[in-house]
């Protein structure tokens, strides 16, 4: 059986340099170490975090009872009055925010100065759309799908500043801008849009169209790979989301002549590893 890991597969940069920078932080820091949420989307790099005495905090009421250690901003991002509370409690920070979500930040920031209303075209309850808006005006908004544009809270003649979270569907994407610009919004549009994320999918898709079955590895709670299965599974019905080898069942593609196999932007490349080779084992 032939069997096609995808190049993108795995850590992405962001994620990459986040995870290193726990580690290192456990090595050298003194005083307990936190991160503001889990430093990425997989359970099972949380977890080994947690046995080396990394604590998550996962609330605002933890953060600002904090008076000492270090706190690392996962590479999600966060708002600005996050910074504020740590500041204020001359708590030691350690920024672990992907690049590429800081620049959104700044674009946000700067877009507000300019008088322009920020739409972020995303999931409004992903921690990275929660960081964004929180360099914005209360006011800023958050789009999903294109039944929201038509009920949006916007002025007549309102400026508007559109950007994207990093991990959404680039496809989708365009078609949600699409709809805002034959609504006659007074628009300008930055695709920010992560290109590891866009390069990811376009070969997932890719693969998924030529095999039998289609395997995405990653955490439940990842936006990225959920992604990454809704785009594969439109073009292999066959497709499986998985999170370890354990959730893996040989039976699902005992059948078939190909398997693909990718995985999210927080997946561990050893995770992607055990099912590649358990795949090439057991067939």
Known sequence: MEVIVAKTAGFCFGVQRA???????????????????PIIHNEQVVGDLEEKGVRVLNTLEELKALKEGTVIIRSHGVGRSVYGILEKN???????????????????????????????????????????????????????????????PIGKGEKLCIVSQTTFNYNKFQDLVEKFEKSGYDIIVLNTICNATQERQVEAKRIASEVDAMIVIGGRHSSNTQKLY??????????????????????????????????GASTPKQIIEEVHTNVRVKF
Not at 19 to 37: L, M, N, S
Not at 110 to 129: C, T
Not at 237 to 261: A, H, M, W, Y
């Open 230 to 263: 809704e785009i594969c599974q439109r073009e292999c019905k066959n497709t499986f989301f998985i999170q370890t080898l354990g959730d893996f069942n040989p039976e699902c593609v005992n059948s078939v002549r190909s398997v693909g196999i990718t995985a």
């Open 19 to 37: 995870v290193d920078q726990v580690y290192e932080e456990i090595g050298k820091a003194r005083g307990p170490v936190y991160t503001f949420g």
């Open 90 to 152: 001359q708590v030691r920070i350690v920024d672990a925010t992907c690049p590429f979500v800081k620049k959104i930040h700044r674009i946000v920031a700067e877009q507000k100065e300019k008088g322009r209303r920020v739409v972020i075209i995303g999931n409004p309850s992903h921690p990275e759309v929660e960081g964004i808006r929180g360099w914005g005006e209360p006011d800023t908004l958050v789009v999903e799908n294109a039944s929201q544009i038509g009920c949006l």
